[in-house]
Nanobody, 121 residues
């Protein structure tokens, strides 16, 4: 069993900051790419940022220069530092990780349960 548990969401005013965390636990051999996605009401889930096991990061254009993704491989944890938040950043944020459960298995994709981020104007 593998679990991804997110934390750090909440309500913040426009221009404020939040830091999301997502920890992977369970039967884990290795963690490859990790990332954050978000889904606003009535919209499709969209990619926010990803980070490889070698710490190479990519961002959606809408969050570049405002959000920073990072990871702690010793804790199997990924973070999303969100600065200069805007009302349009309001969404449920989901973490995602490509995890290998044993040497003999391929990589499977896992999702967290989601954490609500609300930005008021």
């Amino acid at each position: 069993q593998v679990q991804l548990v997110e934390s750090g969401g909440g309500l913040v005013q426009a221009g404020g900051s939040l830091r999301l965390s997502c920890a992977a636990s369970g039967s884990i051999f290795s963690v490859n790419a990790m990332g954050w996605y978000r889904q606003a009401p009535g919209k499709q889930r969209e990619l926010v940022a990803t980070i490889s096991s070698a710490n190479s990061a990519q961002y959606a254009d809408s969050v570049k220069d405002r959000f920073t993704i990072s990871r702690d491989n010793t804790k199997n944890t990924v973070y999303l530092q969100m600065n200069s938040l805007k009302p349009e950043d309001t969404a449920v944020y989901y973490c995602n990780a490509d995890i290998r459960r044993s040497f003999y298995r391929g990589t499977d994709k896992y999702w967290g349960q989601g954490t609500q981020v609300t930005v008021s104007s």
